[in-house]
């Protein structure tokens, strides 16, 4: 069974974890099948749709010269709140300021009478969740990498004092040419200050890191992204995140306790296990820095393909 992975985004309730949102769906009419830009005279056509998301819909786009990008669509009857108006801008702020070859890249951002629209890279292969639905799970050469791609993402927002807070392999999507492609910033945070602690309890439940559930008083840090990159990386590999259970306070329970194997009937290497054991330690400054990762014999002591060829939605690609 697949337990929820409904983002229990920005619940604040020290003490008690948080449980995913109970949306009461209502679906909101479409945008323009052209969408305008007013003020520079730039518009698009609404060529299909790619996908929802907790509080917006995006849409592959076409320009007038023919070039295609992902429109992320967010109705302004959401943002009638302060706070939900805080966060857009936010996720903007933090997105558009990031360039990096393995983040999806933020090319426009205007309004209509209904709507504020995002542009941004479009991403042909979907996300490593579709991926992995397919596959079931990757072999060690492809979640190398995948998770050498990731980490040099993540290391240059780490860099940029961005922490994404959602890491998780529907957040990473693929281009034409299966890179990696970090997407969705709605949970991202700046750390402004050096040293300064966040207390949000955000994320999505099977990717949480234990300091932003159980120690709430100092808050979190960096190091959150770096845990979703254990839970990544085993996921990868084993096909299933490590303390998926029936239930999000099972699931909790089970992040709090440290509590999970790899399986004995799937032959998964002692590096991946070793690696993942490292980066899933419970205290956050315990953890491995990303160059630690990256130094690891599973990164040194196996095959990094080159490419990955898109024949390997549906097969495991032969790296020999
Ligand atoms: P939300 O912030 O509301 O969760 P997301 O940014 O996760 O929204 O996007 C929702 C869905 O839209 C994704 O799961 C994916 O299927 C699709 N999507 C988002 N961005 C892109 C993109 N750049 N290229 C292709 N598909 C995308």
Redesign the pocket.
Known sequence: AQAPQV?AKDVKQPGSPPLPRQNAKVTPPSPPKVIVDKNRTVQYVRVGM???????R?Y?VKDRAGARS?C?VVTKSSLKTKKAKTKLYAEIKIHRALQHPNI?SFQDCFEDEENVYMT?????N??LMDMLRRRRRFTEPEARFFMVQLIGACHYMHTHQVIHRDLKL??I?LDSHMNV?V??F?LAALIENPGERKKTICGTPNYIAPEVLFDTANGHSFEVDTWSIGVILYTLVVGRPPFQTKDVKAIYKRIRDNEYEFPADRAVSDEVQELVQLILTPNPQERPTLHQIVDHDFFANGIIPGYIPTSAHDAPPDFR
């Open positions: 983002p790619l996908g929802e998301g907790g509080f917006a995006v592959e992902a992320k999806v941004l890279e479009l991403c042909h979907g996300s529907g957040n999507f492609k997407g969705d709605g």
